[in-house]
T-cell receptor, first 112, second 115 residues
Framework: DAKTTQPPSMDCAEGRAANLPCNHS???????VYWYRQIHSQGPQYIIH???NNETNEMASLIITEDRKSSTLILPHATLRDTAVYYC?????????????FGAGTRLFVKA | NAGVMQNPRHLVRRRGQEARLRCSPM?????VYWYRQLPEEGLKFMVY????????ESGMPKERFSAEFPKEGPSILRIQQVVRGDSAAYFC?????????????FGPGTRLTVL
């Protein structure tokens, strides 16, 4: 799997947008970008994923650059409950399923 | 649709005892993954199973650890002769069948403490 690079921590004010960057310069053509988060002591929670087009769901938006070498997860209106470690993961897709390689992630602190 | 279920949520064992961790995947999911998270560290892949088959066990320690996913019933992660270094949170994830991408859904984890 391609490796990803994320800043170790970020702060965000409550109610503002949180923009979490991720570099994945060695991504290959059939690999997706996935985002998960882990709130303290809980299991990781799936947020969103994409291949090359920007994606949006009820939780977040995912912006992938045209060359696919980086992406940004956007939480449009961060709340205190969004404080968590956010993991950017690149993984190939196949009917066989793949292990997920978690990096260190970005620890997001949302402050009142 | 119930999520991934793991039990027990907390497990305490003395050194040398056996630990059995159970994972029931989401309904309709036949792919199960186990991960371990040591204190203050990230999640590490251990093993990937489909029904009655181990597909990838590249992250499993060579000794004392085993996993199974029988035709009926939950997946089991078994740790024999536990040591203090096995103390960690163990997470199970499942993914759906027949899809060409695999969004993994995680359970709440089992926190193993070895005294």
């Amino acid at each position: 799997d391609a490796k990803t690079t994320q800043p170790p921590s970020m702060d965000c004010a409550e109610g503002r947008a949180a923009n979490l960057p991720c570099n994945h310069s060695t991504i290959s053509g059939n690999e997706y970008v996935y985002w998960y988060r882990q709130i303290h002591s809980q299991g990781p929670q799936y947020i969103i994923h994409g291949l090359k087009n920007n994606e949006t769901n009820e939780m977040a938006s995912l912006i992938i650059t045209e060359d696919r070498k980086s992406s940004t997860l956007i939480l449009p209106h961060a709340t205190l409950r969004d404080t968590a470690v956010y993991y950017c993961i690149v993984r190939g897709s196949n009917t066989g399923g793949f292990k997920t390689i978690f990096g260190a992630g970005t620890r997001l602190f949302v402050k009142a | 649709n119930a999520g991934v279920m793991q039990n027990p949520r907390h497990l305490v064992r003395r050194r040398g005892q056996e630990a059995r961790l159970r994972c029931s995947p989401m309904k309709g999911h036949s792919h199960v993954y186990w991960y371990r998270q040591l204190p203050e560290e990230g999640l590490k892949f251990m093993v990937y199973l489909q029904k009655e088959n181990i597909i990838d066990e590249s992250g499993m320690p060579k000794e004392r650890f085993s996993a199974e996913f029988p035709k009926e019933g939950p997946s089991i992660l078994r740790i024999q002769q536990v040591v203090r270094g096995d103390s960690a949170a163990y997470f199970c994830a499942s993914s759906p069948t027949g899809t060409n991408f695999n969004e993994q859904f995680f359970g709440p984890g089992t926190r193993l403490t070895v005294l």
